[in-house]
């Protein structure tokens, strides 16, 4: 079994720090040369999607989507399965932001 991170943005230090002490290698985001193996698992790191159909071949932890809803708090505060008395109030409605 192969491991991978792989960082939206290449810069990433804690995409480094984390495959450095996993002892992994990152895969580049766009124009990567990664080719899927059987076992592959990949740590997504920020991703909120993935075109790359190498990449989607293999098992992804942290699903570019569950990324896509935690980055976008309107997306999060819709979803959020938790007790509500958990999150801080919010609201949708621009008349009650406004007031």
Do not use: Q
Not at 7 to 14: A, D, G, I, R
Not at 70 to 99: C, M, Q
Request: proline share 8%; with cysteine.
């Amino acid at each position: 079994m192969r491991t991978f991170v792989l960082p939206y943005n290449p810069f990433s230090e804690s995409a480094k720090k984390i495959s450095e002490a996993l002892g992994c290698r990152r895969i580049k985001y766009n124009n990567s040369r990664y080719t899927y193996r059987p076992g592959d698992v990949i740590i997504n790191w920020g991703c909120s999607k993935v075109d790359n159909p190498e990449v989607n071949k293999a098992t992804i932890i942290n699903e570019p989507l569950s990324v896509a809803v935690a980055s976008n708090k309107a997306l999060f505060f819709k979803h959020y399965p938790g007790p509500r008395d958990y999150v801080i109030p919010y609201t949708f409605d621009r008349i009650e932001v406004i007031s």
